[in-house]
Nanobody, 116 residues
Framework: QVQLVESGGGLVQAGGSLRLSCAASGSIFNIRHMAWHRQAPGKQRELVASINSGGTTNYSDSVKGRFTISRDNAKNTVYLQMNSLKPEDTATYYC??????????WGQGTQVTVSS
């Protein structure tokens, strides 16, 4: 059974930083990509950043230059370093991992709240 455990969320002031972690464990092989999505109240879940098996990264325009996605292949862990946080970054952040041919799983979500 594959588990995704997220950590690192919290309450910060605007301009502050947080680092989110998502560790995958269990029977997981051939990871295709890892990503972070977020969902604010009343809005659809949106892609924030992703990293594929070759290390190529993609970012939402709203976070580019402020957030950095990275991974530790040995630990099957993906990170999201968030700097210069803004109130509009407030959301529940979800880890997403795809592996094998079509299998994927969401993390439980971690709350990020940025105050003015």
């Amino acid at each position: 059974q594959v588990q995704l455990v997220e950590s690192g969320g919290g309450l910060v002031q605007a301009g502050g930083s947080l680092r989110l972690s998502c560790a995958a464990s269990g029977s997981i092989f051939n990871i295709r990509h890892m990503a972070w999505h977020r969902q604010a109240p009343g809005k659809q879940r949106e892609l924030v950043a992703s990293i594929n098996s070759g290390g190529t990264t993609n970012y939402s325009d709203s976070v580019k230059g402020r957030f950095t996605i990275s991974r530790d292949n040995a630990k099957n862990t993906v990170y999201l370093q968030m700097n210069s946080l803004k109130p509009e970054d407030t959301a529940t952040y979800y880890c997403y991992v795809g592996w094998g041919l079509v299998t994927s799983k969401w993390g439980q979500g971690t709350q990020v709240t940025v105050s003015s």
